[in-house]
């Protein structure tokens, strides 16, 4: 544009704002400059939204599409519940014909009290015994009840009724100072009445040097056993209610990223977008093995977690997930949604789609031994015959399950050589029989199955897998 074409351009002052113009259209350029050589190297991040993010996007919104009905039959155990438990307990050492149940904090003692030891002992375990004593009350119309108490330093004894634990009476301490013998201070308290020298049923957590504390001041100690055990082993209804919503609610984050699956994605990607999957129905992931291929040959992972999905690859996920303390533990193996069904004859999977099926029947015979009065033992050989039957007897590893509650592992275990342990009714189980070719594949059906009054055990995981492409 020429100068003169503008018709108020009368010369010097007119020129002055030009420079100024281009004075700052320059600075403009040099920011705009500036600005982009900053953010060019990460324009995927910047302007562009990730592959993975679009991972991410599309499994939360397939989960949340479910509505999440799952979560109806979970509610956060009221104080009543507590109450229930501890009963059960007092009934139970009754019949073992124990005056007492020590538990230090830890898993046993939220079970009972809500407590765990972090909680409690925030720092480091405590070398003071924080311990409670529950005992069997016989009442008048010859029912039997807790009654509980706490051994605890003197100086902690506030600290102990802050936690507010789940009582409905005011909680009873039995206090010692620093000085003094504590094993005695608890062997001569009241709370003993006519008993001269009690017997002290221990929990498994209970550590060693509080044992032999009370077994030299007095007490006789026997380990955790019998009905007292069967107490935590047998679940509640409430407790049924959040095991089935947190085991199918994992299932259902499985089904949910799979169909957003894509080749090139690694294992690791994958984990970290099923957990973000779980947290947005509320619950809390604590671990998750994903497995590409020869990957799942190793059944609790190994590797890296860096392989990268191609097609004619199985995947493998054993995942769990907490809510409200309890614990998921499920697994499936299945292909992407990438592969056809049946996949193209180049693959070379005939052999993996035929041990993908022995292992799902494998697990149906552990559902139909899994019968009230039945051993553990049995469950876990009805599942074993199956594989064995196929061929692979040596590739199936490991145990078929164990316990499920508030810890993902509790007893009793389903081992061959476990005839001691009868299934009881309320019993929660893991069904997870696997088979495993080194530096070739690997293939692992888990669900979670509750033993009932009569006949085979009922899945609480939202049902078993159908194929590869329906896990
Ligand atoms: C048990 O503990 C949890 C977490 O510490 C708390 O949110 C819950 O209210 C407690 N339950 C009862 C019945 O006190
Ligand atoms: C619980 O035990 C204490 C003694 O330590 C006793 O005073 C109390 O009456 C007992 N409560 C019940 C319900 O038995
Ligand atoms: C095909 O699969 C079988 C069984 O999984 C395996 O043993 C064999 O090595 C595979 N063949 C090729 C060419 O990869
Ligand atoms: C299991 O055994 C108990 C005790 O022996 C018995 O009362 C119960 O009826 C049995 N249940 C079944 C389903 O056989
Ligand atoms: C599992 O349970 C569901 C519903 O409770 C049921 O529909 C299904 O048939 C059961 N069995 C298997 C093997 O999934």
Redesign the pocket.
């Known amino acids: 544009m020429k100068e003169t074409l503008l018709p108020y351009s009368t010369g010097r002052p007119h020129s002055k704002a030009r420079s100024a113009a281009r004075w700052m259209f320059c600075v403009a350029a040099v920011f705009l400059l500036m600005t982009w050589s900053y953010v060019a190297p990460n324009h995927q991040t910047a302007f562009s939204i990730s592959k993975k993010d679009k991972f991410k996007k599309c499994s939360i919104n397939a989960y949340q599409a479910t509505g999440l009905k799952f979560l109806d039959t979970a509610e956060r155990p009221p104080v009543d519940e507590y109450v229930l438990r501890r009963n059960n307990l007092a009934k139970a050492l009754a019949i073992e014909g124990v005056d007492a149940f020590a538990v230090e904090p830890g898993y046993t003692f939220s079970y009972y009290a809500n407590i765990t030891q972090p909680q409690w002992e925030v720092w480091e375990p405590e070398e003071r015994p924080f311990v409670m004593i529950i005992?069997p009350?016989k009442?008048a119309d010859g029912s039997v009840?807790a009654?509980t108490?706490f051994l605890v330093p003197h100086f902690e004894k506030t600290r102990a009724r802050l936690l507010d634990m789940p009582f409905e009476e005011e909680i009873?301490t039995v206090t010692y100072e620093e000085h003094w013998n504590y094993y005695t201070t608890l062997y001569e308290?009241?709370?003993w009445?006519e008993t001269l020298s009690p017997t002290l049923m221990v929990d498994e957590e209970m550590r060693d040097f509080i044992q032999r504390g009370f077994a030299a001041n007095g007490f006789t100690v026997v380990g955790l056993g019998g009905e007292v055990e069967a107490v935590r082993q047998i679940k509640t209804e409430r407790e049924l209610g959040i095991l089935r919503a947190v085991n199918t609610g994992t299932v259902e984050a499985i089904r949910a990223m799979r169909q957003c699956l894509y080749a090139g994605v690694t294992e690791n990607e994958v984990a970290e977008v099923l957990d973000d999957t779980m947290r947005a129905a509320g619950m809390d992931p604590f671990f998750d093995i994903v497995e590409f291929g020869k990957s799942a040959a190793l059944p609790h992972g190994g590797y890296d977690g860096s392989r990268k999905l191609e097609p004619g690859m199985f995947v493998l996920i054993d995942v769990g997930a907490h809510l409200y303390g309890y614990s998921s533990d499920v697994c499936r193996t299945f292909y992407p949604p990438f592969v056809s069904n049946p996949p193209p004859p180049g693959y070379n999977v005939t052999e993996q789609l035929r041990i993908w099926k022995v292992v799902l029947d494998a697990q149906n015979a552990a559902v139909k031994a899994m019968v009230p009065n039945g051993t553990a033992a049995a469950v876990d050989i009805a599942a074993r015959e199956i594989i064995t039957a196929a061929g692979y007897e040596k590739e199936f590893t490991h145990r078929l399950g164990h316990g499920i509650g508030i810890k993902a592992h509790e007893s009793p275990y389903l081992n061959k050589g476990n005839f001691g342990a009868i299934l009881r009714p309320g019993m929660v189980f893991t069904a997870e029989p696997g088979v495993y070719v080194l530096n070739d594949f690997g293939v692992r059906h888990e669900d979670i199955l509750v033993v009932k009054e009569n006949g085979e055990a009922e899945n609480i995981s939202g049902g078993f897998a159908r194929s590869p492409w329906e896990p």
């Open positions: 005992r009350a009442l009840i009654n108490s009873h308290s009241e709370i009445g």
